[in-house]
């Protein structure tokens, strides 16, 4: 294009531009005037929605009041329908006035009105209930005065929300004149400026086209004293003359720059091979002159690392001798007393041992000033990288190669490392197979010398063999015998297996049965005991009451003697319950004290709780189990101390300065110590061991001052070993004695280790012990029986289901104090035709183990009845088993004791049932 077209295209260009700017303009300026209409018919659409809300609210309440004024009339129901089509236009006008406004203070306000309409509604519903019924006048008054003032709450509401609308319109017809005025202005500015761009452009065209033909002449004038690699370049990019010369110009440039750059990236190349061939053959001509593994590895390293211009190298050597694959360091370059802890790596085991794992080779850059040292004689510095490389054979990894430079490894150089490794693969499998050669040829010579000898000695044996061969033809014959015996034998074991198999399934059962057979007549005893030492009738002598309350101490001793029995039993069997959780140690402190202050009064001993300073508040153990292993000790303590003080101290140590090894199942760092010391009698050091063992104490005659069972330690060792700790004890006799518990500290990690032993600790079935908190808030309630307590049951019929005339003597007994109505059955089919017979009954006592229908058929069969699902059913068993709780309640029943019957636990329970059956 000719300069004086290009001119002339420029200005009417311009001017184009600006008539098209112009049209633009004004067409915004007429949509934005549009677009304006729009939205304030919009607001007007608003205003009149928020208009309709606020009117319909101030007619719902005169049509309310129209509706309440006299139900009578027959405009009572025009009004109420009145008032419901206002309140349905109040909810059509809060939906659509949501859809229209966005804004969340109008959606705060519609939420607000929303919840305010709904609590009226419900309101003016309830009056129109109570009016139709006639009834609650007084509150019916109440309620009219809270529909009026929430009706004026919505009232101020739907103003503030109309309000909100109207200030929107306000706003928005400010805005939009604001945009307007800004419009027109921007227009007439616009103008101005394309105006005066298009005279600057005109001055402009004229000026470059001037300017670049002086660049021209410049780049061409300079381009011949260049030297070939960078030519300048004419920066004129049209489509005219000038730019036509230019794209020319330039074109020849590019060819003859890429001409240049080929030549020098061929010689680069050429001189790189080169580099790379030499060095190759400088390393392959080494490896013939090495003798060993260990020469090859001192040999490459040494040659290998200063070619690279590389400061430190090592270099490790796959060993399959160990268990698995060890990479073992069996060379290195500038080696330091400091690498020497840094023998070799397993596969995978730091960034060696993931080289060789991976196959890929490893750069690390801009490495921490303090991760390697480099020394000299004139000082060390610290190389900033490091490269890690697999050396294979056929994708085996046999070495790995590890150096570190002071500066970055050029390409050349990785690839020089790269080559170098397959040749050294090949090699170091060569001298490998070389030294396994010579190796089987030293043993090979060895083995030629041995058979030598072996020959000799072969014809001697030849001799003895026949010898022998007749012993053995004999010995084969009794040897045939001999197996047939020892088949009958292993027979014999087999069945002695089945055998104590079927033994160990017996005791348990016999555990049960015993549990059973035990309790059901304790139950009667102590029952009838209680209540003859209690002598209402005031008819038993001092030394009779004395009697009986020995007759109830005693089975009280029994029972104590049964538990500590079953409990051992289901300990030694692993099936004792371990449920770990937090335990706070201070409600420990207030347990113990409570339970052990009234002895220590009695004896006239002190006795003291202390828990260190840097003991926490709480310990990750089961709590039961906690409680009981303290109570012993604390039993034991109380039993052989007749003066001085008895105290439990609670400290933490740390496991290494316990002198006992602590168990596997847990190697926490620090343990918790609960120390029992008192002043008592002591124990021998010979007999330490032996107090640990079942039915055993320091003196073991008939005639023994302290009596007991010598149970307690042997339960509480056992339960502190499924706990994770021990008890540790230390005594001198006539001074007392230290029993100390030790327990572990768990951290969160340990505890899922611990929880995971405790379940296989624990696993299978357990005696169900009465839950002391269960207990405990049974007590509580029961307390109220007191007084209240005779009154509440007086007349209540109580059915008795048992089959065993003791505790049903001993139950009635028990009962008639209370003056209650009672009833009898022998078993569950009777049970069931006494209770539909009595259909006022009630609550039930229901015994589980009886002939005909057991106690789980029974209250299965009565909660079949619709009239008795609710009836109080407690289920009383002598075989307190875990799963006989779980199995009564399944079966229906409302609460659960065991046998021997603790009567004011019972009398709570039944309370409790009776008043929660009248409520």
């Not at 009149?48 to 009578?72: L, M, V």
């Not at 490893?362 to 060390?380: A, K, N």
Request: proline share 2%.
């Amino acid at each position: 294009m000719k300069f004086t077209t290009k001119l002339y295209a420029s200005i009417g260009f311009i001017l184009l531009l600006i008539s098209i700017s112009v049209v633009i303009l004004m067409n915004m300026l007429e949509q934005s005037i549009v677009k304006m209409n729009v939205v304030v018919n919009e607001l007007y659409e608003r205003i009149d929605i928020a208009s309709e809300i606020k009117y319909e609210t101030a007619n719902i309440g005169r049509e309310f009041r129209e509706a309440t004024a006299d139900p009578e009339n027959g405009n009572n129901r025009e009004a109420l329908n009145a008032w419901e089509e206002s309140n349905l236009k109040i909810k059509q006008g809060i939906e659509s006035l949501k859809e229209l406004d966005t804004q969340e203070k109008s959606l705060d306000l519609m939420e607000q009105y929303t919840t305010l309409h709904d609590s009226y509604q419900d309101m003016v519903q309830q009056v129109m209930v109570w009016q139709k019924m006639d009834g609650k006048v007084d509150s019916q008054a109440v309620m009219v005065d809270e529909i009026k003032l929430t009706r004026n709450r919505m009232l101020q509401t739907a103003q503030l929300l109309l309000g909100l609308q109207e200030q929107e319109m306000k706003n928005e017809l400010l805005r939009s004149r604001d945009t307007y005025n800004w419009a027109v202005t921007s227009i007439y500015i616009y103008l101005a400026i394309s105006l005066s761009l298009g005279i600057g452009l005109i001055i402009w065209i004229i000026r470059s086209m001037t300017k670049n033909l002086n660049k021209v002449t410049t780049v061409m004038n300079s381009a011949g004293n260049s030297n070939g690699n960078d030519l300048p370049r004419i920066e004129i990019v049209s489509n005219d003359e000038i730019g036509s010369i230019a794209a020319a110009f330039n074109a020849m440039v590019s060819e003859l720059e890429a001409h240049s750059k080929l030549e020098k990236h061929l010689l680069e190349e050429a001189e790189e091979h080169g580099w790379l061939k030499t060095k190759i053959a400088e390393i392959a001509t080494m490896y013939p002159e090495a003798k060993d593994i260990q020469m090859l590895g001192e040999s490459f390293i040494s040659k290998l690392v200063p070619i690279v211009d590389a400061s430190f190298g090592v270099f490790y050597l796959k060993s399959e001798n160990e268990a698995q694959p060890y990479l073992k360091r069996i060379a290195a370059y500038a080696f330091s007393n400091q690498f020497k802890a840094s023998e070799g790596f397993y596969i995978g085991e730091g960034l060696v041992g993931q080289c060789a794992l991976e196959k890929q080779a490893i750069l690390l850059t801009q490495v921490p000033e303090d991760y390697i040292s480099i020394r000299s004689g004139t000082g060390e510095g610290s190389p900033r990288n490091i490269i890690i490389l697999p050396v294979q054979l056929e994708g085996e990894v046999l070495a790995v190669i590890e150096i570190a430079s002071f500066h970055a490894f050029t390409s050349s150089q990785v690839k020089l490392l790269e080559e170098i490794n397959s040749t050294l693969g090949m090699a170091i499998n060569s001298m490998l197979n070389h030294m396994r050669a010579e190796r089987l040829l030293q043993e090979s010579q060895a083995l030629t010398e041995e058979l030598q000898v072996q020959s000799e000695e072969l014809q001697l044996q030849q001799e003895e063999l026949r010898t022998t061969n007749e012993k053995l033809e004999e010995q084969y014959t009794a040897s045939e015998q001999k197996k047939k015996e020892l088949e009958k034998v292993r027979e014999a074991l087999e069945e002695k297996a089945q055998q104590l198999e079927i033994s160990s399934q017996y005791k348990s059962e016999f555990l049960a049965n015993m549990s059973h057979e035990l309790r059901t007549p304790l139950n009667s005893l102590l029952i009838l005991a209680r209540i003859l030492s209690e002598n209402e009738e005031g008819n038993l002598s001092k030394k009779q009451e004395e009697y009986t309350r020995t007759i109830y101490t005693s089975g009280n001793d029994l029972l104590l003697l049964i538990n500590d029995i079953l409990d051992l039993a289901k300990i030694e069997s692993g099936k004792l319950e371990v449920i770990s959780k937090e335990v706070d140690l201070y409600d420990v402190q207030d347990y113990l004290s409570k339970q052990f202050s009234p002895i220590a009064s009695q004896k006239d001993i002190q006795f003291n709780v202390q828990l260190e300073p840097n003991v926490s508040n709480y310990l990750y153990t089961d709590e039961q189990c906690l409680k009981q292993i303290l109570k012993n000790l604390l039993s034991n303590a109380f039993k052989f101390t007749e003066s001085g003080s008895v105290s439990l101290q609670v400290r933490k140590v740390r496991t290494e300065y316990i002198e006992k090894q602590m168990p596997v199942s847990t190697q926490a760092e620090y343990m918790l110590a609960f120390s029992v010391i008192d002043t008592g009698i002591g124990v021998p050091t010979e007999k330490q061991r032996v107090i640990f063992d079942a039915f055993k104490q320091a003196d073991g005659t008939t005639s023994r001052k302290y009596g007991g069972t010598g149970l307690g330690l042997s339960i509480s060792r056992e339960m502190a070993s499924v706990l994770g700790g021990f008890i540790e004890l230390t005594s001198e006799v006539g001074k007392g004695s230290n029993f100390t518990l030790y327990l572990p500290i768990l951290q969160s990690s340990e505890i899922l280790e611990a929880n995971s032993y405790i379940e296989e600790a624990a696993a299978g079935l357990e005696y169900e012990d009465y839950s002391l908190n269960e207990k405990s808030e049974v007590d509580d309630e029961g307390s109220r029986i007191n007084e209240e307590g005779k009154s509440s049951l007086k007349h209540k019929k109580v059915l008795i289901v048992d089959d065993d005339i003791r505790n049903v003597y001993a139950l009635t007994i028990a009962l008639e104090k209370y003056e209650m109505d009672i009833i009898v059955a022998e078993n569950g089919r009777e049970g069931i035709e006494m209770l539909q017979g009595n259909p006022d009954t009630d609550i039930v006592l229901m015994d589980i183990m009886m002939p005909e229908m057991d106690g789980f058929e029974a209250m299965r069969r009565i909660r079949q009845l619709p009239k008795y699902q609710t009836l109080p059913i407690i289920a009383l068993t002598a075989k307190a088993m875990k799963q006989s709780r779980e199995e009564c309640l399944d079966a229906g029943a409302t609460d659960y004791i065991s046998k021997p019957i603790d009567i004011d636990q019972l009398f709570s329970l039944m309370h409790v049932w009776l008043y929660r059956k009248e409520g």
